[in-house]
């Protein structure tokens, strides 16, 4: 089955810090954009961060801007997001999903989706 596999999710306090991990399962990540996506009860997916395959551009939600990285590890299939800074906003489910090539598209051309990982930001 062609899907990735999310993980790294826990209840952190608001300031700290977490690295979300999203291995590539059935494939491999050359030639696809990943995108890093959440979701919480009640309200549509919304796309946190993306990095493009070949050059790499990466591009974020304003909301998570200076506060989010996404990096890519081609040897080890895996995608990151390390999230600094979090704030209670930051909680929901976070998933990966995959396009060819480019990160432009809405949710619905990547694919590819995983189960996601549960981040909880709370005293």
């Known amino acids: 089955q062609l899907q990735f596999v999310e993980s790294g999710g826990a209840l952190v306090q608001p300031g700290g810090s977490l690295r979300l991990s999203c291995a590539a399962s059935g494939f491999t990540l050359g030639g696809y954009a990943v995108g890093w996506f959440r979701q919480v009860p009640g309200k549509e997916r919304e796309r946190v961060a993306c990095?493009?395959?070949?050059?790499?551009?990466?591009n974020y939600a304003d909301s998570v801007k200076g506060r989010f990285t996404i990096s890519r590890n081609g040897a080890k299939n895996t995608v990151y997001l390390q999230m600094n800074s979090l704030k209670p906003g930051d909680t929901a489910v976070y998933f990966c999903?995959?396009?060819?090539?480019?990160?432009?598209?809405?949710?619905?051309?990547?694919?590819?989706w995983g189960q996601g990982t549960q981040v909880t930001v709370s005293s």
């Open positions: 999903a995959r396009k060819q090539s480019y990160c432009s598209g809405s949710t619905t051309d990547f694919a590819s």
């Open positions: 990095i493009t395959s070949g050059f790499r551009t990466t």
